[in-house]
């Protein structure tokens, strides 16, 4: 059955970095490409960024099942060690009170189950 999990993450812009970028490669991690229709094929998420002077702290909720969580905080953490910025820190945090109500709505999102066809 799945659950809510936070990964909370700390990067460095370049001076003039797109702000949107890291999480943009979240996203292509675990669906893919950047843009998709939902769901999401692996875990419904959901990226929160907050710029902190030159540094942008990033706070990703995502649904998935307890033996994918390894693997969706893998490929978040090589998404974010690959861009144009520099990670300063990732790694797993607790839910908020407050982001409990998105939590139930990314539980409300199912996964594409695969179709054994490619494309």
Request: hydrophobic share 35%.
């Amino acid at each position: 059955m799945r659950q809510v999990y936070a990964h909370q993450a700390t990067v460095s812009l370049a001076p003039g970095g797109d702000p949107g970028a890291p999480g943009a490669a979240i996203t292509a991690a675990l669906c893919g490409h950047g843009e998709h229709e939902p769901p999401c094929p692996l875990a419904p998420h959901h990226t929160a960024a907050a710029a902190e002077d030159d540094r942008l702290r990033l706070r990703v909720l995502f649904a998935t099942e307890p033996d994918r969580v390894d693997d969706v905080r893998a490929r978040i953490d090589a998404a974010l060690a690959a861009g144009d910025w520099l990670l300063i820190e990732s790694g797993c945090t607790r839910l908020e009170p407050a982001e409990r109500p998105h939590g139930r709505r990314l539980l409300r999102r199912r996964p594409e189950e695969p179709t054994g066809s490619s494309g």
